[in-house]
């Protein structure tokens, strides 16, 4: 009987051990949160990874009132330190400001200490809290080609490339190249044009020398580390087919011998020329097709006995590098020919 009792006794103690011990732990436990990409923060909870693509993120930590002493560090994906590690510190509300390192797990671990033990020589309890930061830039391709210039223009035209900016990057890379080839690191391989994208409207303002197809990809900065580069995006950019001159090298009729001078000597093809009597109305007659040379001209003899004002129509089918499209120009055979 008093075997029993001195057991049931000593069941009774170390249950109120346990029970303190527990007790003492709950009461130190941290509330960790991390600043999420609208700029609020984020709660964590042990075993609950956060994810995030805040790539200049702080950690808060606080405590209850009973609480003591602490330690806490806070390490990236490759484990290395990212924020001064804190050594047996009062507990009281602190904000950690986090290097990027990468996109990865960031671990935040919080050592707890009694209240009597100002030396931090023996741990109560260890709480670990992670948060994942995934960053990432998404690019927007134009639905529909894109014109390097306007028809009869020098002036090159700028296209605004929408940009899914990151939260908390410091700046961006951005590279573009026709006919660019991705590499295994999501770069392009080989030479490439720089761009700059703007932070506040969220676009990268191109500019294209030649007609071609372009590849473009981007990611995002923080320090010395980046986001993964963007899928790529192409953009098909044109020129317009635009004359320099038509010119009737011999005028004296009623054969004619027409030369048309393409701006852009990159332009292949062929062109459809027509005329038509008037200056409006009147039916188009065909003076068939010609290739555009290797010079970019084009040369079509035709046949024209009655004098007068006349529509010279030029039509250019279209190709992978310019838009179709048909020019109309007025004309004036007599004897000699005039462009009017």
């Avoid at 290097?99 to 919080?110: A, C, Q």
Wanted: aromatic share 10%; with cysteine; proline share 8%.
């Amino acid at each position: 009987m008093h075997q029993f009792s001195t057991r049931r006794a000593l069941l009774a103690l170390a249950s109120t051990i346990a029970v303190v011990a527990t007790g003492a732990s709950a009461a130190q436990a941290a509330t960790v949160s991390v600043t999420g990409d609208d700029g609020n923060p984020v709660a964590l909870a042990p075993g609950a990874p956060a994810a995030i693509r805040n790539m200049s993120p702080n950690v808060q930590i606080a405590f209850p009132p009973a609480s003591a002493y602490y330690s806490s560090t806070v390490t990236g994906p490759d484990g290395t330190a990212v924020s001064p590690t804190q050594t047996c510190y009062l507990t009281s509300p602190t904000t950690r400001f986090i290097d990027f390192r990468g996109n990865g797990n960031y671990t935040v671990t919080i050592t707890n200490y009694a209240k009597a033990d100002n030396d931090c020589a023996t741990p109560t309890s260890t709480e670990t809290y992670v948060f994942t930061i995934a960053s990432s830039v998404t690019l927007t391709a134009p639905p529909t080609p894109f014109l390097i210039r306007q028809p009869n223009s020098f002036v090159s035209n700028t296209l605004s490339l929408p940009v899914a900016l990151n939260p908390g990057a410091s700046t961006y890379d951005l590279q573009y190249a026709p006919g660019g080839v991705v590499g295994a690191d999501g770069a392009i391989s080989g030479p490439s044009t720089p761009g700059y994208v703007n932070s506040t409207t969220g676009t990268a303002d191109l500019t294209f020398k030649t007609p071609g197809t372009y590849t473009v990809v981007a990611r995002a900065k923080n320090g010395d580390f980046t986001s993964p580069w963007s899928a790529p995006v192409l953009i098909k950019a044109m020129v317009p087919f635009d004359l320099d001159r038509v010119t009737f090298p011999d005028s004296r009729g009623p054969s004619y011998r027409l030369t048309g001078y393409v701006r852009e000597k990159t332009l292949r093809g062929k062109v459809s020329l027509a005329m038509a009597r008037g200056t409006k109305g009147g039916k188009y007659k065909s003076l068939g097709k010609v290739s555009i040379s290797s010079k970019g001209t084009f040369t079509k003899r035709f046949t024209q006995h009655k004098t007068g004002t006349y529509r010279l129509r030029i039509h250019y089918a279209g190709s992978a590098l310019a838009p179709a499209i048909s020019i109309v120009s007025k004309v004036r055979i007599t004897r000699h020919v005039f462009f009017g």
